[in-house]
């Protein structure tokens, strides 16, 4: 009974499981949070992951470790391998003058987002990492003169967990490539001439590995030293490393999405995405064409405001987030005309990094506790509602809708999901995809095959319900 671990390193925290290789059956796990705050030190990455695995039991008896990680994130390292600068996290939106030069500059308009969607798949926004490093070339120019290399949140953490045996040891995968803006799905191929003309040169990047490439081994010194404590595989033979992938793309894996599948997870972010076999080029730049973690295609959509806009409505009201849910579940469908429109972080879906959140439609009837929580609800699944008509517009099928994340958590969240989206929605047993997605790449690598083990994700719920169209009639209304 092989074991592995998936280690999901999201934006609020670090999650890690120990997983049976053959099974999937979950045999231990822990978790550690990660700061605040969309400029992060790395090293607090490292800590959390520590921190997380020591409350999982260690790796010394695991025989592969995958790591799942946030996408995009700007991680730039100087020639020995010091980290530059804090990382730029994809929810960062100083580079946004960025993302519109590089449009601009490849001709602007319908020209320039298409000449992108057809080089990387998408249109750049901030959350890109090219426009994080284009920013950094112009306000920080002695910190863009250090930069050796740049890897992301989970390259970086992968290399950590080799030893960080120098620059050329890092390694990628197709799915974290993908949201560079300086890699292409459709050819599977680096264009560092984008990377140069975003950043004024061609700093190293990492070697882009295939689904179930080996990246490494586990260093033995970087838990203390000894097999107890991950120095060595269950054999006493070297622990691999999987090549890890995007959380987003984990996540496909750890639900077991196929075809005619649509996940939709509400985490920090809120993505609606799909695993297809043909790359996407949507130059409206509503869908980011990404690579998944099989050797297909993950189209995606990504809000900036899903999970912490219930957090914010919840501090507003000073309840927690069960309670906000029994309240929203109190008012009736549609909040009486109270609508948010949750900008509350600028947005990425629209394109909007500068807005801020609105509130509609107050009236004494609608000023109640009952009606925000209502509005909160419903205003962020109206986002990730028009992500999935833009995914759809793109060609996917969602013949199923499967809710993940921990939003989905929220009772009030799953009940109201099929009155907004106007289809029902499946539930799985609550749990950590992303780390389970890593977890399963993990077993792939250690077990080999062409295709990963097939691992039961357990009963899922269904939840149905009427369409409620005035919902997302009002919301279109107020945003505009
Ligand atoms: N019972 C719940 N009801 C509503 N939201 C919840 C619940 N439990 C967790 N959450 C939300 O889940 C969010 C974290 O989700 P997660 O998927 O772990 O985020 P990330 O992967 O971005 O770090 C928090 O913002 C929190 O509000
Ligand atoms: O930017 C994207 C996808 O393009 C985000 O989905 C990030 O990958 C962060 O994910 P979470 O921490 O919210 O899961």
């Not at 209502?374 to 517009?393: F, N, Q, S």
Request: proline residues 7%.
């Amino acid at each position: 009974m092989p074991l592995v671990a998936g280690v999901d390193s999201s934006t609020q925290s670090c999650k890690v499981v120990v997983r049976d290789a053959e099974t999937g059956a979950l045999v231990r796990q822990g978790r550690a949070p990660h700061p605040p705050g969309t400029e992060v030190d790395p090293y607090a990455w490292w800590e959390a992951l520590q921190a997380a695995v020591a409350e999982a039991g260690g790796l010394g008896d695991v025989a592969a470790v995958s790591v799942g990680g946030q996408q995009h994130g700007m991680v730039c390292l100087d020639t020995s391998g010091e980290v530059v600068r804090p990382a730029l996290l994809w929810n960062d939106t100083r580079s946004a003058d960025a993302a519109r030069e590089l449009v601009e500059e490849a001709g602007g308009g319908e020209t320039g987002r298409r000449f992108w969607a057809e080089a990387t798949g998408a249109v750049p926004v901030a959350s890109f990492t090219a426009t994080k490093l284009r920013w950094l070339a112009r306000h920080e120019p002695d910190n863009a003169d250090r930069v050796a290399a740049v890897c992301l949140p989970h390259d970086w953490l992968t290399w950590r967990l080799a030893g960080a045996p120098g620059l050329d040891a890092l390694r990628t995968d197709r799915g974290d490539a993908s949201g560079t803006g300086y890699w292409s799905p459709r050819t599977g191929e680096y264009r560092l001439d984008l990377l140069e003309r975003a950043f004024g040169r061609r700093p190293k990047v990492p070697v882009v590995l295939g689904p179930a490439e080996v990246a490494g081994h586990l260093d033995p010194a970087v838990f203390g030293g000894g097999a107890a404590s991950g120095a060595a595989g269950p054999s006493g033979g070297p622990v691999l490393l999987g090549p890890g992938t995007g959380d987003n793309a984990a996540a496909a894996l750890g639900a077991g999405a196929g075809p005619g599948d649509v996940v939709v997870s509400i985490g920090t972010s809120g993505t609606v995405f799909a695993v297809a076999d043909t790359p996407a080029a949507d130059s409206t730049g509503a869908v980011a064409g990404f690579a998944d973690a099989t050797g297909r295609y993950l189209p995606l959509v990504c809000t900036l405001n899903a999970a912490r806009v219930l957090d914010a409505a919840a501090t507003l009201l000073g309840v927690d987030l069960d309670r906000l849910g029994e309240l929203a579940l109190s008012a009736p469908p549609g909040a009486d005309g109270l609508v948010l429109v949750p900008y509350l972080e600028g947005e990425r879906t629209p394109d909007r990094p500068q807005a801020t959140g609105e509130l509609r439609g107050l009236t004494l009837r609608t000023s109640t506790p009952a009606h925000l929580a209502r509005a909160a609800v419903e205003g962020m699944l109206c986002g990730l509602a028009d992500g999935l008509d833009a995914l759809i517009a793109q060609g996917a099928r969602a013949d199923r809708i499967i809710l993940v994340g921990g939003g989905a958590r929220s009772a009030a969240v799953r009940r109201i999901a099929p009155q907004v989206f106007g289809r029902p929605v499946v539930v799985p047993p609550p749990g950590e995809y992303v780390a389970d997605g890593a977890a399963r790449q993990a077993a792939w690598v250690a077990l080999g095959g062409d295709t990963p083990p097939a691992w039961s994700i357990g009963d899922t719920e269904e939840y149905t319900g009427e369409a409620v169209p005035a919902i997302r009639e009002r919301y279109a209304h107020a945003r505009g």
